[in-house]
């Protein structure tokens, strides 16, 4: 790897700081859970879904979200080393391994085709955002599903009425709304759980476009220098 003498493409300032605004966002979501909780919301989630299927959502939501932020902190971590090598600080031996430096080692060893070097860079930087994304479609699927078990329930309580008494019209009114809630809510927290997490994911993927840009204008710098050498 070259000297911190000599000379390196200027460093572009980092303007998307991820790790900063996931734990803003995070911090949005603890006080949005709080107040959900004061007005009472959340009991009137989990009391009118007897099929347990917003919890799993909920869950699934929280599980992500915390994985999201461990992903923004490692994708910082390693932008800030392409950062610190485009300053002429090179990654020591104990940072020999990470994405950029890998990057550019496979890069020098095989400089008439970089595609193999890239690959890697590509898989490091977005190849577990896959599993993130499909997760995050399981939220709107589980939100799907939970709709189908309630319009299920709904159509079982009405083909189970035969003879109407006015009488029980109140009692009879309440479990068909049974059904009716299951459907709405679950929909409902499956669609929001999508959204947040989408948005979580796309600045996760706008982030890692980042660093294999930054790594790869890095790279053509060290080729030129080696040819010019």
């Known amino acids: 790897m070259p000297?911190?003498?000599?000379?390196?493409?200027?460093?572009?300032?980092?303007?998307?700081?991820?790790w900063f605004e996931w734990m803003t966002l995070a911090g949005l979501f603890i006080f949005s859970a709080w107040l959900l909780g004061v007005k009472g919301v959340w009991h009137l989630l989990f009391s009118s879904d007897p099929t347990g299927i917003t919890a799993v959502i909920i869950i699934v939501?929280?599980?992500?979200?915390?994985?999201s932020g461990i992903r923004a902190r490692e994708l910082a971590a390693q932008r800030a080393i392409i950062e610190a090598a485009q300053k002429g600080q090179w990654p020591s031996a104990?940072?020999?391994?990470?994405?950029?430096?890998e990057y550019w080692q496979m890069l020098m060893l095989n400089s008439n085709d970089g595609s193999a070097a890239l690959d890697v860079l590509m898989e490091k930087t977005h190849g577990i955002h896959a599993t993130a994304w499909w997760i995050n479609g399981v939220q709107l699927k589980l939100g799907l599903l939970g709709k189908v078990i309630g319009f299920s329930m709904l159509a079982m309580q009405i083909g189970q009425i035969q003879n109407f008494d006015p009488a029980?019209?109140?009692?009879?009114?309440?479990?068909?709304t049974m059904g009716l809630g299951v459907a709405l809510l679950t929909t409902m927290v499956g669609l929001v759980g999508n959204i947040l997490l989408g948005l979580q994911l796309t600045r996760l993927d706008r982030f890692a476009d980042d660093i294999v840009t930054q790594a790869q204008r890095m790279g053509w710098h060290l080729q030129m220098m080696r040819a010019e050498s």
Do not use: G, N, Y
């Open 94 to 101: 104990s940072q020999a391994d990470t994405w950029a430096a």
């Open 3 to 18: 000297t911190s003498s000599e000379r390196t493409p200027s460093p572009r300032k980092l303007v998307e700081p991820i």
């Open 168 to 176: 029980q019209s109140q009692e009879l009114l309440r479990s068909l």
């Open 61 to 67: 939501f929280v599980l992500s979200t915390l994985w």
